[in-house]
């Protein structure tokens, strides 16, 4: 962006989340308002309270059906079916392993292996029960708990992205705490930094320049904990029970919409760089950046951004060459 660009930021915490507002005019009540919008979509989707539909859904496990609201029972729907992709690293049903392991809340711990063992029999997605009819969801064994960590913030940073256009803003981006949304194309790009792995705050391995793209990044260094000089972080392989294990220390995704970028993210760390690169050869909608453990950056194909690198510690590698 150039210099006289005038940007005008606005920030809140929600999520548990930092979220980031950039306008291009200063209008303190339509930022309000995408505030408001953002924490209406975390009242109806939260488990980080007793209360929320989805934590509806989660009491009644195992007892009855409960109806949910249409946005809520259609992200569960994607959720499922993101969930029964082959291979799928995403698993929509969890969440009693989420909330046994704790990570990036107090109190976490690495649970005896007959725990995991135990728990992992409570998150078949094929128990996860829709019905279209009357748009209810029922989860077949007590104990079961659905968490979409791994797709809300997606979907509602496409809802914010929707709701400024339909206020008329032509340029703007939200940023969801490592899911960014923008809108139309300011002077210069959007440029986003792709963050430096276990460094300090504003560190970058490079940037990315996007035009009415969603730039999602899931790595292992954002919510953690070390016990024994070994790293647990939030991203759990649903076959094991444990955090992911493989060469990766972050992906991000670019895409149109959010939500594919949020479900991509998780896909891509349960396949690694090889494969996940193969998968992607068949989606020329959605491309991968991979930033591995011995500090080398795959990019799956880069057709949708321009990726600049900054930090000469990292080499750079096109999947396609
Ligand atoms: P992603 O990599 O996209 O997803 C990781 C998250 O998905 C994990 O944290 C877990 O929740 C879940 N997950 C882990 N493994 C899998 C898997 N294999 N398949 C599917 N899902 C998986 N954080 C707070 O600290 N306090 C809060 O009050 C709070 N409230 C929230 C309310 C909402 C509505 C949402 C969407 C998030 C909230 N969060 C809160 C953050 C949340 O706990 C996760 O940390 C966050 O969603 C992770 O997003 P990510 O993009 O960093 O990670
Ligand atoms: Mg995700």
């Known amino acids: ?37 953002i924490k209406q979509y975390e009242d109806l989707l939260t ?10 859904i989660n009491h009644a496990a195992g007892q009855r059906a409960v109806k949910v609201s249409s946005p809520v ?21 969890i969440g009693p392993l989420v909330k046994r392991w704790r990570i990036g809340f107090k109190g976490d711990s690495v649970p005896p292996a007959d725990e995991i ?19 209810s969801v029922f989860l077949a064994q007590p104990g079961m708990e659905i968490d979409l960590g791994a797709i809300a913030k997606g979907y509602i940073a496409d809802r914010v ?15 969801l705490g490592g899911n960014v949304q923008t809108l139309g194309m300011p002077e210069g790009g959007w440029s986003i930094g792709l963050k430096k792995p276990f460094s300090t705050a504003g560190a970058m ?13 899931s790595g292992v260094y954002e919510r953690f904990f070390e016990q024994d000089g070994q790293l ?32 991509w993210t998780t896909l891509m760390y349960g396949m690694g760089v090889e494969k996940g690169c193969a998968a992607l050869r ?40």
């Open 1 to 37: 962006m150039s210099d006289t660009t005038r940007v005008y930021s606005y920030s809140a915490i929600l999520m548990g989340s930092p979220i980031l507002l950039k306008l291009f005019v200063h209008d303190e009540a339509l930022a309000s308002r995408v505030f408001r919008l």
């Open 282 to 321: 068949a989606r020329p909608d959605i491309e991968a950046i991979f930033v591995t453990k011995k500090k080398e950056v795959v990019l799956s194909s880069a057709h949708l951004y321009r990726f600049t690198l900054l930090d000469n510690e990292y080499r750079l590698t096109d999947s396609t060459v």
């Open 232 to 263: 647990y972080h939030h991203i759990l392989d649903p076959r094991t029970g444990y955090p992911v294990n493989n060469e990766l220390n972050s992906v991000t995704i670019v895409s149109t919409n959010s939500i594919d970028g949020d479900i």
């Open 73 to 93: 029972y259609a992200l569960i729907k994607c959720a499922k079916a993101a969930s029964e992709l082959p291979q799928s690293a995403f698993n929509l049903a």
């Open 205 to 217: 391995i490079g940037t990315l320049d996007v035009e009415n793209k969603s730039v999602v990044t």
């Open 117 to 135: 063992t135990h728990l992992l029999t409570l998150t078949r997605h094929d128990q996860v029960i829709l019905n279209d009819d009357d748009e």
């Open 161 to 175: 992205r929707d709701f400024l256009r339909q206020e008329g803003v032509a340029q703007g981006l939200i940023n």
């Open 47 to 56: 488990v980080n309270r007793a209360q929320s539909q989805v934590m509806d």
